[in-house]
């Protein structure tokens, strides 16, 4: 039996496509809907224009990375990305006719379904999977079961141990909730990766956490800006009407989401106020309902400028994977959001996230049974680390709160020791949800504290400029 925990874009596709393939699957989720996919607004990023190529994907996606991307996976992603919109169309998915522009790419090549390509793909895929009779149960994973550098089994919350198991497969998704201002349901607290980590899976590129620069809260409500509203003529401006953007980057509030949401949190902590001005979109109602069906249930028009910030958005590392998804474990699978395969590098190219969930997903029949690989763990530093077993545990609020103030958008070296030495006084060796918030965010600070340099989305005030000698990876096992 094949177990796959998580339902969200990558877990159901490679749900789907293990069922097809006459496999035996069954699909464990936290929480039905939960997760960032349902709520993804942009779209699948893939050449498939008389003007593009996956070529050009691949050189974007590479500049964007800011040096560590893993050139193959970026080849094998990019080249695999016309494949998977056809198959998601031979399925009966439909795509809006237009392809968008989103900051980074140099074509247009975002695929999508109005403003809510996440919603209409999961609702999608959730048919599909109930057509094949794929099972699936909600329930929480908390441990697993490792011998001899082989999965034999896991737990979960409801049914306790699970032990026909013939490969498990991740698919839990990242954990960009732990900050104070997300654009992540709560679901997203990192424990499949912390899950792993402490039997033994290794991580890497943890320090690079990407922070979406348009999150609107109206009310007690939050909403993702989608990239595409900037690609299609949306502006950021200041109290003033000033786009100061360009000041940061010649392509202004089409610069990739690293230098925007900088830009705007600069704009912000000098105490001025960001909007962002609407009223040049074309056929705005038809082009984004669900933008305007937010702005609309908080009295506002696309005319009106719409109060913004920056909030954590996507996690660039994870469980270290090759592009089968192979963790170190043999018959450990690792897909998502949940996973670090390379593509991304230090910075992701906006929309390549539904896209590697998408490939990971739906390619994983090929990979099933093969002569295990495992991933590559010799391009970078690796870092032992041991798991504190006592002390007190903080509330996934206050990792919320240290994680914001220390490890956000703007870090020091004082900031991350900060971080670091309160990490390191809390117990994350037990299986809890608090535990792996606390673990999570300690890697990511500790490798934020390691990597003295300005790359992609990490940036220290400290130390500003990129330094060649780091032009490689962070990794993190635990000790025996």
């Known amino acids: 039996m094949i177990?796959?925990?998580?339902?969200?874009?990558?877990?159901?596709?490679?749900?789907?496509?293990?069922?097809?393939?006459?496999?035996?699957?069954?699909?464990?989720?936290?929480?039905?809907?939960?997760?960032?996919?349902?709520?993804?607004?942009?779209?699948?990023?893939?050449?498939?224009?008389?003007?593009?190529s996956p070529q050009l994907h691949a050189e974007d996606t590479l500049r964007v990375g800011d040096g560590l991307c893993d050139v193959d996976a970026v080849r094998y992603f990019t080249s695999?990305?016309?494949?998977?919109?056809?198959?998601?169309?031979?399925?009966?998915?439909?795509?809006?006719?237009?392809l968008r522009l989103e900051g980074g790419h140099s074509r247009r090549r975002i695929h999508h379904k109005a403003d809510e390509t996440g919603r209409a793909l999961m609702e999608f895929l959730l048919r599909k999977a109930f057509?094949?009779?794929?099972?699936?149960?909600?329930?929480?994973?908390?441990?697993?079961?490792?011998?001899?550098?082989?999965?034999?089994?896991?737990?979960?919350?409801?049914?306790?141990?699970?032990?026909?198991?013939?490969?498990?497969?991740?698919?839990t998704g990242g954990y960009a909730y732990l900050w104070r201002y997300t654009s992540n349901p709560p679901t997203n607290t990192g424990d499949g990766i912390a899950i792993a980590f402490r039997a033994g899976a290794v991580v890497s590129d943890m320090e690079f956490v990407q922070f979406h620069p348009t999150i609107?809260?109206?009310?007690?409500?939050?909403?993702?800006?989608?990239?595409?509203?900037?690609?299609?003529?949306?502006?950021?401006v200041n109290e003033f009407g000033v786009r100061f953007t360009f000041k940061y980057h010649e392509r202004g509030e089409l610069a990739p989401r690293d230098v925007l949401s900088r830009a705007i949190y600069?704009?912000?902590?000098?105490?001025?106020?960001?909007?962002?001005?609407?009223?040049?979109?074309?056929?705005?109602?038809r082009k984004f309902p669900g933008v305007n069906d937010f702005l609309r249930r908080h009295g506002l028009g696309n005319k009106d400028w719409v109060p913004i910030h920056p909030g954590?958005?996507?996690?660039?590392?994870?469980?270290?994977?090759?592009?089968?998804?192979?963790?170190?474990?043999?018959?450990?699978?690792?897909?998502?959001?949940?996973?670090?395969?390379?593509l991304h590098g230090a910075n992701r190219l906006a929309s390549n996230s539904l896209l590697e969930a998408l490939i990971m997903g739906f390619n994983l029949p090929r990979y099933i049974g093969e002569p295990w690989d495992g991933p590559r763990l010799d391009d970078g530093l690796m870092v032992t680390v041991k798991l504190r077993d006592h002390g007190p545990m903080m509330s996934i609020g206050e990792v919320r709160r240290v994680n914001w103030e220390y490890v956000g958008i703007l870090r020091s070296g004082d900031g991350l020791r900060k971080a670091v030495d309160l990490y390191e006084q809390m117990n994350?060796?037990?299986?809890?949800?608090?535990?792996?918030?606390?673990?999570?965010?300690?890697?990511?600070?500790?490798?934020?504290?390691?990597?003295?340099?300005?790359?992609?989305?990490?940036?220290?005030?400290?130390?500003?400029?990129?330094?060649?000698?780091?032009r490689r990876r962070i990794y993190f096992k635990v000790s025996a």
């Open 131 to 171: 057509e094949l009779g794929v099972n699936i149960v909600e329930d929480e994973l908390t441990a697993l079961q490792v011998r001899d550098g082989v999965v034999k089994g896991f737990v979960t919350r409801e049914r306790g141990l699970i032990s026909n198991v013939d490969y498990l497969v991740l698919a």
């Open 266 to 285: 600069m704009e912000l902590m000098s105490g001025h106020r960001v909007y962002m001005d609407l009223g040049g979109i074309e056929d705005f109602e």
């Open 3 to 52: 177990y796959v925990i998580g339902d969200g874009i990558a877990g159901l596709s490679a749900a789907i496509a293990l069922r097809r393939s006459g496999r035996g699957v069954t699909v464990i989720t936290k929480e039905l809907h939960g997760g960032s996919s349902f709520i993804s607004k942009g779209g699948v990023a893939a050449a498939t224009s008389i003007d593009d």
């Open 80 to 98: 695999e990305a016309p494949v998977v919109i056809e198959k998601l169309t031979n399925m009966g998915f439909e795509f809006d006719s237009d």
């Open 428 to 470: 994350v060796a037990v299986n809890s949800r608090e535990s792996n918030a606390a673990l999570v965010s300690y890697l990511t600070a500790y490798a934020a504290l390691l990597r003295t340099e300005s790359r992609g989305a990490h940036y220290r005030v400290d130390y500003p400029s990129k330094d060649a000698n780091w």
């Open 216 to 236: 609107a809260t109206l009310g007690n409500e939050t909403m993702l800006l989608t990239e595409t509203l900037r690609g299609e003529g949306a502006r950021v």
């Open 312 to 342: 954590a958005h996507f996690t660039i590392g994870g469980l270290r994977v090759n592009v089968r998804g192979e963790t170190n474990i043999r018959s450990l699978y690792a897909i998502g959001e949940v996973a670090d395969t390379g």
